[in-house]
């Protein structure tokens, strides 16, 4: 039963890893995304995109090849109790693994002609990439899900279609956007939590 109001704020210690949950942090190119994962401990990256993350000190930076590593990972992720988070980087590079994938099954060079059309492409990509998502969520670990945006006359777009970006944001719990700023003369690399990076998909 209960009692009594609240009578202490809730304080996010946001330079820890939040357990158990999935977040999904954007932003431009170089804005620190990368390393700011990369710096949180008992974190496995899954560098789909050559980044920073093997430059950070400590960081524990896996790189696969092909989508079958990234299956393999999963697996060995599955038996593996010592990480506590797993994080994706960058979920839209595996996007375009994937359209390379289904391109090269149906011998098309563009998604659109995959199947004779009519969205069977994109839909099988939305298919796999949803998939492999749901695998990473089902090992219990905080799941950290990295993107990039473009910003088009102030509205910060993901490179995802707009089935991935309603998935995707329907599954965090937390969403921050990451951005440089030069404040005090020093260039700094922040993280918004407040929603001021709230993006639509890239048309």
């Not at 000190?57 to 990972?73: C, M, T």
């Amino acid at each position: 039963m209960i009692t009594s109001l609240p009578d202490k704020p809730v304080m996010p210690e946001y330079d820890k890893v939040p357990e158990g949950e999935v977040i999904l942090i954007h932003g431009l190119p170089k804005t620190g995304k990368t390393t700011f994962v990369a710096s949180w401990p008992e974190n496995c990256i899954i560098e789909v995109e050559k980044s920073g993350a093997k430059w950070v000190k400590g960081a524990y930076v896996i790189e696969p090849e092909s989508l079958a590593d990234i299956d393999q990972i999963i697996k060995l992720l599955k038996v593996n109790k010592r990480f506590k988070a797993v994080t994706l980087d960058t979920v839209d590079t595996l996007s375009l693994w994937i359209e390379k994938h289904i391109c090269a099954k149906y011998g098309v060079s563009a998604i659109s002609l995959a199947g004779g059309g009519y969205g069977i492409g994109r839909n099988e990509l939305n298919t796999m990439l949803i998939g492999i998502i749901d695998d990473l969520v089902s090992l219990n670990k905080t799941l950290i899900l990295i993107s990039h945006c473009r910003d088009s006359q102030g509205t910060k777009s993901l490179l995802l279609t707009d089935t991935l970006l309603t998935y995707i944001q329907g599954k965090a719990s937390i969403i921050g956007y990451a951005y440089k700023e030069v404040i005090g003369g020093k260039l700094e690399f922040l993280i918004d939590y407040s929603g001021r990076g709230a993006t639509t998909a890239a048309g």
